[in-house]
């Protein structure tokens, strides 16, 4: 009898533990994927390296030596094969790297058609990445746009400014600048009126300027 009683209990107590074992198990498939143990080498997703923004950026890896940049059909210019040399991943068609530099023209030459201040704002900020190599050597024309882009600067803080009056690429009424000493004093900040749709934004950069700061002003040429 005792025997028996014992070996009850024995399948009782199994019984039980199965039952809290299923209740569990049900309670974990129910939520969101677990995360890896501290110790797991699955990487996370937020450490994988990004892809460069400008398609027109020299790669860090193998390049093709100048003697491979070759099309598939037809020839490269003197010109193209400048633009190509250094600029093409191993392995990669070098037609595909010209179309990128390409690209970056065409939309220098439409934007410069409808607005020259706005192709040159692109070119300073870097809008339109690749433009300085691809206005170079592949699309000469729009080098005023380049040389106009090379003498300004995009908004924000600069360090030493060149003394001088500036002319702002836009017509946002938003836009505002401050020229700051050494000392963090200003010495001059804009705009002196509100200003209004249309205005032409401008500012004097006094000598001895240790910082220039603008917001809502794109970028800027000399006037």
Not at 87 to 97: G, Q, T
Not at 170 to 195: F, H, I, R, V, Y
Request: aromatic share 4%.
């Amino acid at each position: 009898m005792y025997r028996r009683s014992a070996a009850a209990a024995v399948l009782l107590a199994a019984a039980l533990t199965l039952t809290a074992c299923s209740s569990g198990g049900d309670k974990a498939d129910s939520g969101a994927k677990p995360k890896p143990p501290a110790s797991s080498s699955a990487p996370d997703p937020a450490d994988a390296p990004q892809p460069s923004t400008d398609p027109n950026a020299k790669p860090t890896g193998p390049v093709l030596p100048d003697a491979k940049i070759t099309p598939k059909t037809g020839s490269f210019t003197a010109e193209e094969k400048k633009y190509l040399s250094g600029r093409v991943p191993d392995k990669v068609d070098p037609a595909s790297v010209l179309q990128g530099g390409q690209d970056a023209c065409q939309r220098v030459q439409r934007t410069a058609k409808h607005d020259q201040d706005a192709a040159t704002g692109a070119v300073i900020t870097g809008e339109i990445p690749g433009a300085k190599d691809a206005i170079t050597l592949l699309c000469p024309d729009q080098k005023p746009i380049l040389a106009a882009a090379e003498k300004g600067f995009p908004e924000g803080p600069r360090t030493s400014p060149a003394a001088g009056s500036y002319r702002a690429l836009t017509q946002a009424t938003n836009c505002t600048w401050e020229a700051k000493g050494k000392d963090g004093a200003t010495l001059a900040s804009g705009p002196e009126t509100p200003l209004k749709a249309g205005d032409k934004i401008t500012a004097t950069i006094p000598a001895g300027t240790a910082e220039f700061n603008s917001t809502g002003c794109y970028a800027w040429i000399p006037a």
